[in-house]
């Protein structure tokens, strides 16, 4: 839920620099109601973690080309789907062992520890996104 909750800060930012933007979150569903309601955000996708269920939730991810793809929270689970993404950009603030098809330069290093809403704030300097503080918000 808190790694859910730490893009939240990034998700209101891109909204306000670019409102004509569609945001849309791939997720579990348990966690829907934590985003039901969110004026920044288009749609939940559902993601599940066995690749069979990914399966089935590919058409829907397939509907959409998106511009960019920011992977806020990643696992092996996930590095699955990436590739079917229609998407020219993706970046992430993870190393490439939980995502090994991205290269170095789509990970957003930081020199020094810091706290995951702003490694995830971090991400928005690739798509010219000045941030908007870090208060998380739940509607």
Do not use: C
Not at 117 to 123: G, H, N, Q, T
Request: proline letters at 7%.
């Amino acid at each position: 839920m808190g790694d859910l909750l730490w893009g939240t800060p990034a998700i209101r930012a891109i909204n306000k620099a670019f409102p004509e933007v569609s945001i849309d979150l791939l997720l579990q569903p348990r966690w829907n109601d934590l985003f039901s309601g969110n004026p920044y955000v288009r749609q939940l996708i559902p993601y599940h973690s066995k690749w069979y269920r990914q399966l089935l939730g590919l058409p829907k991810l397939l509907q959409f080309k998106y511009d960019h793809v920011l992977v806020f929270h990643a696992n092996k689970n996930i590095s699955r789907i990436l590739p079917w993404l229609r998407t020219s950009f993706v970046w992430s603030h993870q190393n490439t062992n939980i995502l090994p098809s991205l290269s170095e330069n789509q990970i957003i290093q930081t020199n020094k520890p810091v706290h995951g809403i702003l490694r995830r704030i971090a991400m928005l300097g690739k798509i010219k996104v000045p941030e908007d503080g870090t208060h998380m918000d739940i509607f």
